[in-house]
């Protein structure tokens, strides 16, 4: 019996940042954004130790995942444009997100707020200046409230 091909679906994106100290990174994230290691990549093994030096690392929260690089000079990643932030995040109870992270310390830069383009949106500087957005979508939320109809159903 002969197999049909499986057509080819995108699952996720996966950003992955070089940074300068991967345990203070990754710790960050957990303590501070609320994510959990999934463990450090020593060269040889994985496994939660940060020793030996971990060269790569993993943060996941629900299902988002960032992968981490560890840096050999100081300074080796290039920005996006002026004003755009390094990953965008889809997320939904944004409020909720700025109340737990605000206690734990983040450099929230902007937000909670609501934007034309139909997104609330809170952007956060992490401990090596890499420029978080999670933005949830209100499109639907703004166009109930003025009596619109509703678009084409979400599948």
Do not use: H, K
């Not at 933005?135 to 409230?145: F, L, V």
Request: charged share 25%; glycine share 8%.
């Amino acid at each position: 019996m002969t197999q049909t091909p499986t057509a080819a679906r995108l699952l996720a994106a996966i950003p992955q940042f070089t940074v300068p100290d991967l345990v203070r990174t990754a710790e960050y994230y957990r303590d501070v954004l609320g994510f959990q290691i999934a463990g450090y990549w020593d060269g040889e093994r994985v496994s939660l130790a940060a020793n030996p030096p971990p060269v790569f690392a993993i943060v996941w929260r629900d299902e988002v995942q960032i992968f981490f690089n560890r840096a050999d000079q100081p300074d080796v990643r290039t920005r996006p444009a002026e004003g755009a932030p390094d990953v965008y995040l889809r997320v939904t109870g944004v409020d909720a997100l700025a109340e737990e992270l605000r206690p734990r310390g983040a450099d929230i830069i902007d937000g909670p707020e609501d934007r034309v383009y139909g997104q609330r949106e809170l952007v956060v500087a992490d401990c090596n200046g890499l420029i978080l957005c999670f933005g949830e979508d209100i499109s639907e939320r703004a166009t109930q409230s003025r009596g619109v109809g509703v678009g084409p159903a979400r599948r």
